[in-house]
């Protein structure tokens, strides 16, 4: 999907057009990744366009933030009216959100802590991320020979640009070989996640899914399937998942904001279930999407509207778009 080039980018307060969204060659970040970002989407629902779990979303960039020791000259609540700014002044009905804190150009070295901790906010417009029909039809996948980070390396929990270095590695070997994505275990060799969104699966009308101590990125999709799950009476499992209950699950989806929520066909060419979207996966589907399209009242307060501020739960309607 190309970028949205004609609109403008926030850059520590001040709305600059696209192209001159620059930073220096010798800045920190460029050299040692020193950078705690976020991605989110807004929609665009039945009662306007809105953010999707904004405030999530932006505390875990604070988490990061302060993970990594950068203090952010912006507070999360500037940061918050900064992003809807953004989205109002592109004239986005729906777009992808990238918020980013990042160290700016004073030194080069190791210790990043002279240079200075810069923000910008870009928004761009986006589309299914893993191709046409992959929210039906489902996606092929492989284990990665690549692990996700081990504890007390890179922490995981932080959303930093550092970690996707091993994103990369394990998207690019999946793509090489044919598939979409690649399935990372962690290093004691459970499964962790993929490149850039969690994973779920089902056995026997259970949903499981790694704990956060199994080296993955803590996901507010991950965590908005979960709450979704457990209000449709389904069973909920954060625990330790050897590799092989991928093969044997009834059905395995990821979850992510890129990804939404994508079932899983296959694994290793091993077709999953019946080889296509399960009826669980198929039920969490409608129930994200009724959220997101604003079919459905927005009981959890996950939307925060880019014209009105939030918009009173129940002035949701009840009606839900067939998907
Ligand atoms: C490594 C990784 N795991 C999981 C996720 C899913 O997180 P979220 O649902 O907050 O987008 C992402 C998304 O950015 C990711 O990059």
Known sequence: MPFFEHGKVW?????????????????????YGSA???GMRCYDT??????????????RLYDSARIYRMESPFDRGALEAAVLDTIRINGHKACYIRPIIYRGYEALGVNPLSCPVDVAILTWEWGTYLGEGAIENGVDVRVSSWARTAPNTFPALAKTAANYANSAL?????????YAEGVALDTLGYVS??????????????LYTPPITASILPGITRDSVMTLARGLGCEVREQ??????????????FAGTA????????IDKLPIGNGRRGPVTEKIQRAFFEVIDGDAPDTHRWLTFVHQGRAAAATAPAAAKAR
């Open 11 to 31: 850059m520590n307060g001040t709305l600059v057009p696209w192209a001159d969204a620059r930073i220096h060659i010798a800045s920190h970040v460029i050299h």
């Open 36 to 38: 705690v970002f976020e």
């Open 46 to 59: 039945k009662r306007g366009s809105a953010c999707f779990r904004l405030d999530a979303h932006m505390r």
């Open 170 to 178: 394990i998207k690019m070997e999946a793509v090489a070989d044919g």
């Open 193 to 206: 996640e993929g490149s850039g969104q969690n994973i779920f699966l089902v056995r026997d009308g259970i």
């Open 240 to 253: 330790m998942i050897p590799r092989e209950m991928l093969y044997i699950a009834d059905e395995v989806f």
């Open 259 to 266: 990804v939404e929520v994508t079932p899983v066909r296959s």
